[in-house]
Antibody
Framework: EAQLVESAGGLVQPGGSLRLSCAAS????????MSWVRQAPGEGLEWVSY????????YYADSVKGRFTISRDNAKNSLYLQMNSLRAEDTAVYYC?????????????WGQGTLVTVSS | DIQMTQSPSTLSASVGDRVTITCRAS??????LAWYQQKPGKAPKLLIY???SLESGVPSRFSGSGSGTEFSLTISSLQPDDSATYYC?????????FGQGTKVEIK
């Protein structure tokens, strides 16, 4: 069974940086695309970024483009999200998700989520 | 971006009721639609993909239908464990978007 475990988030000052990790197990990580999805407190879900299985295709939501960088290490079964120039509106629970299916894919398995708070 | 609009925002129904949630896309997305269930403090759980395909392990009382711009999620006989917020999500474009959610409450 697929298992995804995000690293701890934390409190970051506006303008600061944070790197999230997601450790994958229970499936062949290198065969699947992965994504990050976030949820601001009390709000709905927002897709953040996508990376293909090989890392050759990467997409970002407009709200994070130029500030966030997604990457993966298939040898370590790990997904990453480097977040720079953080803003208060980036405060959210961040989920990593195994992305599958045809076309641009849906989110078949999710991690437990990690809270990132951007505040001074 | 494709906008996804769910209705209603909240619904209250009794155990055993048939419940339907609607999701409307701002442009045609074919059948590239998924439905998720989220309980408070938990990660979302995939229920339906490709508009009508039931994810493995999901109870058969859940079903999805629709194509193009109009979709629905139906719970044939509402159970206490179904109290949750439900989201639709399109994956017709790289900028995947979610509906705003429908909170289902048990009377």
């Amino acid at each position: 069974e697929a298992q995804l475990v995000e690293s701890a988030g934390g409190l970051v000052q506006p303008g600061g940086s944070l790197r999230l990790s997601c450790a994958a197990s229970g499936f062949t990580f290198s065969s699947y695309s992965m994504s990050w999805v976030r949820q601001a407190p009390g709000e709905g879900l927002e897709w953040v970024s996508y990376i293909s299985s090989s890392g050759s295709a990467i997409y970002y939501a407009d709200s994070v483009k130029g500030r966030f960088t997604i990457s993966r290490d298939n040898a370590k079964n790990s997904l990453y999200l480097q977040m720079n120039s953080l803003r208060a509106e980036d405060t959210a629970v961040y989920y990593c998700a195994k992305t599958t299916g045809s076309y641009y894919g849906y989110f078949q398995n999710w991690g437990q989520g990690t809270l990132v708070t951007v505040s001074s | 971006d494709i906008q996804m609009t769910q209705s209603p925002s909240t619904l209250s129904a009794s155990v055993g009721d048939r419940v339907t949630i609607t999701c409307r896309a701002s442009q045609s997305i074919g059948s590239w639609l998924a439905w998720y269930q989220q309980k408070p403090g938990k990660a979302p759980k995939l229920l339906i993909y490709k508009a009508s395909s039931l994810e493995s392990g999901v109870p058969s009382r859940f079903s999805g239908s629709g194509s193009g711009t109009e979709f629905s999620l139906t719970i044939s006989s509402l159970q206490p464990d179904d109290s949750a917020t439900y989201y639709c999500q399109q994956y017709n474009t790289y900028s995947r978007t979610f509906g705003q959610g429908t909170k289902v409450e048990i009377k």
